[in-house]
Nanobody
Framework: QVTTVESGGGLVQAGGSLRLSCVGS????????MAWFRQVPGKEREFVAS????????DYADSAKGRFTIARDNTRNTVYLQMNGLKLEDTAVYYC??????????????????WGQGTQVTVSS
């Protein structure tokens, strides 16, 4: 199974910043819409942000608007999530994935595949 590989998580104080990275292979990245999701134990995976192949179209969950920025570097097969002004409630495992199904909208986890192992983000007070 070909997956993406996330990195950049860690422990940060509230109000701090982190930049997550997600590296895909050609098959999981080229021409693909990409997204970041997050999940806490006992809850469903939650949409955070998505970006089109060209980078011209982005979308954010309300919880991420104004604080997070999604970007991509297609020469490096990499998607980034810059997170500023982190809050306690941002604590989660963050995953990136490749959009594979037009049967669902871009915010639905069912539309995505090639999930990585995730990267833990912990925000402390």
């Amino acid at each position: 199974q070909v997956t993406t590989v996330e990195s950049g998580g860690g422990l940060v104080q509230a109000g701090g910043s982190l930049r997550l990275s997600c590296v895909g292979s050609g098959r999981t990245f080229v021409g693909r819409h990409m997204a970041w999701f997050r999940q806490v134990p006992g809850k469903e995976r939650e949409f955070v942000a998505s970006i089109s192949w060209s980078g011209s179209s982005t979308d954010y969950a309300d919880s991420a608007k104004g604080r997070f920025t999604i970007a991509r570097d297609n020469t490096r097969n990499t998607v980034y999530l810059q997170m500023n002004g982190l809050k306690l409630e941002d604590t989660a495992v963050y995953y990136c994935a490749t959009h594979i199904s037009s049967a669902y909208n871009f915010r639905a986890s069912a539309a995505y595949d090639h999930w990585g192992q995730g990267t833990q983000v912990t925000v402390s007070s």
